[in-house]
């Protein structure tokens, strides 16, 4: 929708013209309550002269349940048959969806991935959006019908159903955004906003009224799930204001009371540190005694890469007679899948391997550290005042990231948060 169309318009008028993606996670859907909760909040846009697409999740629990059931028959089942059955949890919440909006006055229908369609790469379980057809979507909205949309899966060229990975729906919701030149995607989940880190660990955390897309993006990728990494970068690419909030609090969208993610010149107070991120259930890998020459690095990484293995903290070594290691981190979902590799695929001469399972990493993430010096000086005295041994660290221009022992997670969380300040003053007093 061409937004200078609205400039000699009424406020009133501009109101009516609004087009609003709406995306409820899964505790935002969990049983018929919470379904017909959201519902009334739909309502409520659509009451207000918006136009609304509405993305949902499986009810929480489900997409779990469906993964269990495919490892179940085999570890190594087929992808595409898991597809299959993944996707399958949205596609109820939607139909609910729907009845639950029609029950209430709201002419609603509901749209799978493959009807509309959101076509995808054929990377199964992985998928990336390619395109999305808007006709049918437009069409339907410009006659006042809500359309509902089931998140995380699409259709490849082959025509079998995909899925966008874990977290996905929120990808769905941002990806149709963008499509629709939408004003505002609006996720609704089980807290009120993007907050300084994850509130379920530090009860003090400060909530954010905006955050930049690159922060956002750093956080999301570095383990705040809050919101799929990719649909932070589509939301930056397209420019789509994304925004945070609560299913579960009286407000809507339109109140704008939750968390804008938007572009960093829209951000007039940039903090030098913006929010702690952590990821759980890492795994650190060293390749013992490979020879420091040219192409080692591509020999080891390739055959990883080769195989969708995410590796993602790297360091080589000092070499001594000639001979160096190689230390690296991958979830730890994928640590089977990266030893098999390892002894398998690669062409390699080294001594050993060893493995650390137990490591966790906490990262910093602020867009004033480009030009603020002693952030990392803090974040590492601050771990060794608490005694945790920093084993690998990794950085770029606005973050930090360091591997530790798992155990020391929390500690570690909430330490630095409060040695940069984070808190939200009116919850320490
Ligand atoms: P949904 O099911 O709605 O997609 P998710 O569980 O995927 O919800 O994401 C919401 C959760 O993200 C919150 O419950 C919170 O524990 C977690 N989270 C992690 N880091 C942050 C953060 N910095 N701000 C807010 N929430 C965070
Ligand atoms: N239901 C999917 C999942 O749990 C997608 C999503 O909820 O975002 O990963
Ligand atoms: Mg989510």
């Given at each position: 929708?061409?937004?200078?169309?609205?400039?000699?318009?009424?406020?009133?008028?501009?109101?009516?013209?609004?087009?609003?993606?709406?995306?409820?996670?899964?505790?935002?859907?969990?049983?018929?309550?919470?379904?017909?909760?959201?519902?009334?909040?739909?309502?409520?846009?659509?009451?207000?002269?918006?136009?609304?697409?509405?993305?949902?999740?499986?009810?929480?629990?489900?997409?779990?349940?469906?993964v269990?059931?495919?490892s179940?028959?085999?570890p190594m089942?087929?992808v595409?048959?898991?597809?299959?059955?993944?996707?399958?949890?949205?596609?109820?919440?939607?139909?609910?969806?729907?009845?639950?909006?029609?029950?209430?006055?709201?002419?609603?229908?509901?749209?799978?991935?493959?009807?509309?369609?959101?076509?995808?790469?054929?990377v199964?379980g992985k998928?990336?959006?390619?395109?999305?057809?808007?006709?049918?979507?437009?069409?339907?909205?410009?006659?006042?019908?809500?359309?509902?949309?089931?998140?995380?899966?699409?259709?490849?060229?082959?025509?079998?159903?995909?899925?966008?990975g874990r977290?996905?729906?929120?990808?769905?919701?941002?990806?149709?955004?963008?499509?629709?030149?939408?004003?505002?995607?609006?996720?609704?989940?089980?807290?009120?906003?993007?907050?300084?880190?994850?509130?379920?660990?530090?009860?003090?955390?400060?909530?954010?009224?905006?955050?930049?897309?690159?922060?956002?993006?750093?956080?999301?990728?570095?383990g705040?799930?809050?919101?799929?990494?990719?649909?932070?970068?589509?939301?930056?690419?397209?420019?789509?204001?994304?925004?945070?909030?609560?299913?579960?609090?009286?407000?809507?969208?339109?109140?704008?009371?939750?968390?804008?993610?938007?572009?960093?010149?829209?951000?007039?107070?940039?903090?030098?540190?913006?929010?702690?991120?952590?990821q759980k259930d890492e795994a650190k890998i060293?390749?013992?005694?490979?020879?420091?020459?040219?192409?080692?690095?591509?020999?080891l990484f390739?055959p990883l890469a080769d195989a969708a293995i995410n590796v993602d903290m790297i360091?080589?070594?000092?070499?001594?007679?000639?001979?160096?290691?190689?230390?690296f981190t991958v979830p730890r979902t994928d640590l089977e899948r990266a030893k098999k590799v390892l002894k398998e695929n690669i062409?390699?001469?080294?001594?050993?391997i060893?493995i650390t399972e137990?490591v966790?990493k906490?990262?910093?993430?602020?867009?004033?550290?480009?030009?603020?010096?002693?952030?990392?000086?803090?974040?590492?005295?601050?771990?060794?005042?608490?005694?945790?041994?920093?084993?690998?660290?990794?950085?770029?221009?606005?973050?930090?990231?360091?591997?530790?022992?798992?155990?020391?997670?929390?500690?570690?969380?909430?330490?630095?948060?409060?040695?940069?300040?984070?808190?939200?003053?009116?919850?320490?007093?």
């Open positions: 929708m061409d937004k200078l169309r609205y400039k000699n318009k009424t406020l009133k008028e501009q109101k009516i013209m609004a087009v609003i993606v709406a995306k409820f996670g899964g505790t935002s859907v969990a049983d018929i309550k919470r379904i017909e909760s959201a519902a009334d909040k739909i309502k409520k846009e659509v009451e207000a002269g918006n136009q609304v697409a509405v993305v949902v999740s499986a009810m929480s629990g489900v997409t779990n349940k469906l269990d059931y495919c179940e028959i085999s089942h087929d595409r048959e898991y597809d299959t059955v993944v996707s399958s949890g949205e596609q109820i919440t939607a139909g609910l969806m729907a009845m639950a909006l029609q029950k209430i006055g709201i002419s609603a229908r509901s749209w799978l991935g493959w009807q509309i369609p959101i076509k995808t790469n054929n199964h998928a990336r959006i390619e395109h999305i057809d808007t006709a049918e979507i437009k069409k339907r909205l410009d006659i006042n019908e809500v359309v509902v949309i089931p998140g995380f899966q699409g259709i490849t060229e082959q025509r079998r159903i995909s899925t966008l977290g996905g729906s929120d990808t769905s919701a941002v990806a149709v955004a963008a499509a629709l030149n939408a004003d505002r995607c609006d996720i609704y989940t089980d807290v009120d906003g993007v907050y300084t880190a994850d509130p379920r660990i530090v009860s003090n955390a400060r909530k954010l009224h905006k955050v930049s897309y690159e922060e956002m993006l750093e956080l999301a990728s570095l705040s799930k809050v919101l799929q990494t990719r649909s932070v970068e589509m939301g930056a690419k397209s420019n789509v204001p994304i925004q945070v909030l609560s299913s579960f609090g009286e407000f809507i969208g339109s109140d704008r009371k939750g968390t804008l993610v938007t572009k960093e010149e829209d951000i007039v107070e940039q903090e030098v540190v913006s929010g702690i991120a952590h060293t390749v013992i005694g490979v020879e420091d020459v040219p192409g080692v690095a591509a020999k390739k360091v080589q070594n000092i070499s001594q007679d000639g001979l160096t290691d190689m230390t062409d390699l001469k080294y001594e050993d060893a137990n966790a906490v990262s910093v993430v602020g867009i004033g550290m480009k030009s603020h010096a002693g952030v990392a000086n803090t974040m590492f005295s601050t771990l060794a005042e608490k005694g945790i041994n920093i084993q690998v660290i990794s950085t770029s221009e606005i973050k930090i990231s360091v591997l530790i022992e798992q155990d020391y997670t929390e500690l570690a969380v909430r330490s630095l948060h409060a040695a940069y300040g984070l808190e939200d003053q009116q919850k320490i007093m």
